[in-house]
């Protein structure tokens, strides 16, 4: 069934989506697909076993405005695209990795606030995994 003059398809619906549990989950899957690009693969949204609520290029795009505004500088990047392309983070036992990890650990915090907002990363926010059994415990009205 021809689709009607300026209507586009829609290959997935966003409610069926299912985001990312972490910022190094995005990130991982993000530069998997830019290499996969780049070795010749053909990428469509929607084709995926899991439908995922971006394409690579959104988390991209994040970064890019983060470096833009200063917040995330070329050697973050770097350390980005290395351990990116490896799929795994730097490990804190290898003192050779360290002064990565560290970067690492900066871009992350960095990129997972915007990719929270988009919608693209759900969870607990970096850094604020909570203990089993403890409780959140709202501030009282008017208090912050």
């Given amino acids: 069934m021809p689709l009607a003059p300026g209507r586009a398809p829609v ?3 966003l409610a069926k989506s299912e985001p990312f549990g972490s910022v190094e989950e995005a ?3 993000t530069m998997a697909a830019l290499i996969a690009r780049r070795d010749g693969a053909r990428l469509s949204a929607g084709r995926g076993t899991v439908v ?3 394409e690579p290029d959104d988390v ?9 505004q200063r917040r995330i500088e070329l050697h ?12 795994t983070a730097p490990n804190p036992r290898f ?3 360290r002064g990565d990890l560290r970067l ?9 606030f915007p990719l929270r907002q988009k919608g693209i990363v759900a969870g607990p926010a970096r ?18």
């Fill in 11 to 13: 290959l997935a619906s």
């Fill in 27 to 29: 990130w991982f899957w």
């Fill in 52 to 54: 995922r609520p971006c």
């Fill in 60 to 68: 991209v795009k994040c970064l890019d405005r983060l470096y833009r």
């Fill in 76 to 87: 973050h990047a770097r350390v980005m695209r290395i351990w990116g392309e490896r799929g």
């Fill in 95 to 97: 003192a050779s990795e």
């Fill in 104 to 112: 690492w650990r900066e871009a992350m915090e960095r990129l997972d």
């Fill in 127 to 144: 850094g604020m995994a909570l203990v089993e059994g403890a409780e959140v415990i709202p501030f009282p009205a008017g208090r912050a």
